[in-house]
């Protein structure tokens, strides 16, 4: 098979009443699917496969999450997410066998890792190369960011503030102003 598309996530609204959810992409296996329900007030719980719900269609271009516990009420919102392991299970070995549809498989897995760690890190904070180089405007060391909240100001992009606890424990605020590193 092949990986056609790039989706790998779709929602649908609770109604208290449905209790079949199409899943337009391919699944490998049962345990790579997710799904969760997030509610009105904006908390979300990850259901159990088995206990809350049953998926068909493994291996296939699509298939269906079919609940098995409290339905989905109106106005929650169900999650259906495709997630792999990042890890490479075929061995391929010097005398063993070739067989293609194996390598396609673990391709196929591959894709998906990939389209998986892509959407996590089109969803963090970044800069264009043209408005950020390190010769121009370097961070401080990892260590001054660890366990630290970065703020910039949306008026005047080339400012942040970065909030971080001291040797001390103590939190304290720094202001960073027009491209001068910390």
Same mark, same amino acid.
Not at 68 to 76: M, R
Not at 105 to 113: N, T, V, W
């Given at each position: 098979? #092949? *990986?056609?598309?790039? =989706?790998?996530?779709? %929602? +649908?609204? &609770?109604? @208290?009443?449905? /209790?079949?959810?199409?899943?337009?992409?391919?699944?490998?296996?049962?345990?790579?699917?997710?799904?969760?329900?997030?509610?009105?007030?904006?908390?979300? #719980? *990850?259901?159990?496969? =088995?206990?809350?719900? %049953? +998926?068909? &269609?493994? @291996?296939?271009? /699509?298939?269906?999450?079919?609940?098995?516990?409290?339905?989905?009420?109106?106005?929650?919102?169900?999650?259906?997410?495709?997630?792999?392991?990042?890890?490479?299970?075929?061995?391929?070995?010097?005398?063993?066998? +070739?067989?293609?549809?194996?390598?396609?498989?673990?391709?196929?897995?591959?894709?998906?890792?990939?389209?998986?760690?892509?959407?996590?890190?089109?969803?963090?904070?970044?800069?264009?190369?043209?408005?950020?180089?390190?010769?121009?405007?370097?961070?401080?060391?990892?260590?001054?960011?660890?366990?630290?909240?970065?703020?910039?100001?949306?008026?005047?992009?080339?400012?942040?503030?970065?909030?971080?606890?001291?040797?001390?424990?103590?939190?304290?605020?720094?202001?960073?102003?027009?491209?001068?590193?910390?």
């Amino acid at each position: 098979m #092949t *990986v056609t598309n790039t =989706t790998r996530r779709i %929602t +649908y609204p &609770g109604d @208290g009443a449905a /209790s079949s959810f199409a899943v337009p992409f391919r699944i490998v296996l049962d345990a790579h699917v997710t799904v969760a329900v997030l509610d009105a007030a904006g908390v979300t #719980t *990850v259901k159990a496969l =088995t206990t809350d719900y %049953t +998926y068909t &269609g493994a @291996g296939l271009n /699509s298939g269906t999450v079919n609940w098995v516990s409290v339905l989905p009420a109106t106005g929650e919102t169900v999650i259906i997410e495709r997630i792999v392991p990042l890890t490479q299970l075929l061995d391929l070995i010097n005398t063993g066998a +070739y067989l293609p549809k194996n390598t396609e498989d673990e391709l196929d897995l591959l894709m998906m890792a990939i389209q998986q760690v892509d959407e996590a890190v089109s969803a963090a904070a970044a800069t264009t190369l043209t408005e950020f180089t390190l010769a121009t405007r370097p961070l401080a060391s990892a260590a001054f960011y660890s366990k630290s909240i970065m703020v910039f100001d949306a008026g005047s992009p080339s400012k942040r503030q970065t909030c971080h606890k001291d040797l001390n424990g103590v939190f304290e605020w720094q202001t960073d102003s027009e491209g001068s590193p910390f």
